[in-house]
């Protein structure tokens, strides 16, 4: 059985159970997080591009796409945050930093009622992190999120980031649909009375 996302830190990756103001091993704090990235930088809805690299084509192309995620999955809105800025700590603590910080989705789209993914590519690293919000942590798992990111692999470090991006989000839109799909055949289970007929 694959591990439940749960909550896991963004610098040591211990996973924990439930939200703490803290990690329990490295101490990792959202104010030390304020203090190393600083202000909050300016995004946009759906993406943001601070590193230029992705054309107005692109930027276009992806919204679209991510609008079709949108309407499909109406509680949950998967973000784009491109960067070339990142002097300071890794792409995983700054996506978690961005995701609590930032409002990509939702003003009340806040703790369990998140259901939101951030993606997070720093392109002068050629690394990037996929984050999710707590609501989604019953039903994804983290190797979702890695299999997301390793079909974007190939198209970030041959600088197609736009491709990259289109495949992480593929990937995410059929495993959300699966997901869907089985909570909805399970919810017609429950509410269909089960009967045994004696004909043969």
Request: proline content about 4%; overall charge positive.
């Amino acid at each position: 059985m694959p591990r439940r996302l749960g909550m896991k830190c963004p610098s040591c990756q211990t996973i924990f159970s439930a939200p703490a103001p803290q990690c329990l091993k490295c101490k990792l704090t959202l104010h030390r997080l304020d203090i190393q990235f600083g202000a909050v930088p300016r995004y946009s809805r759906f993406v943001t591009d601070c590193s230029g690299r992705l054309s107005r084509r692109d930027i276009a192309d992806l919204r679209r796409l991510l609008r079709l995620f949108n309407r499909k999955f109406p509680q949950s809105r998967f973000s784009v945050f491109v960067t070339n800025q990142l002097s300071t700590g890794t792409i995983g603590e700054y996506a978690f930093w961005l995701m609590n910080r930032a409002r990509f989705g939702f003003a009340e789209a806040v703790g369990g009622d998140n259901y939101d993914l951030l993606l997070t590519i720093d392109v002068e690293r050629s690394t990037a992190a996929l984050i999710a919000g707590y609501g989604l942590e019953t039903y994804i798992t983290e190797r979702d999120l890695e299999r997301a990111l390793a079909q974007a692999a190939s198209g970030f470090h041959e600088g197609d980031f736009a491709q990259g991006i289109r495949a992480c989000v593929e990937v995410m839109m059929s495993r959300l649909r699966a997901i869907v799909k089985k909570l909805e055949e399970t919810k017609t289970a429950k509410e269909t009375p089960v009967t045994t007929s004696d004909r043969p």
